[in-house]
């Protein structure tokens, strides 16, 4: 469950520290209020917001198991081990 979180977060993160970086390399003052405009704040928000909408839509359609697949829940079987849960 942390991965998919974690994927989500740094997508979002990403288009900051891609200018965060930019500024670095145009040696502006990164920590400086007016290198963040509140139009370029919107507009990577915007880029962050339509980045994991995108990784949403990807990730439900071409993650998981194929559509008529049955799941088997994990169990202990008859010798006491542990099977983990599968999908046949």
Request: charged share 10%.
């Amino acid at each position: 469950m942390i991965r998919p979180i974690l994927t989500e977060l740094a997508l979002f993160v990403a288009p900051f520290v891609a200018y965060a970086i930019f500024l670095l390399a145009t040696k502006s003052a990164v920590l400086e209020r007016s290198s963040w405009p509140p139009k370029t704040l919107a507009g990577l928000g915007i880029v962050a917001f339509l980045l994991m909408i995108g990784s949403f839509i990807y990730l439900s359609h071409f993650a998981g198991a194929p559509p008529g697949v049955d799941y088997i829940p994990a169990h202990i079987d008859k010798d006491g081990t542990f099977v983990p849960g599968q999908f046949k």
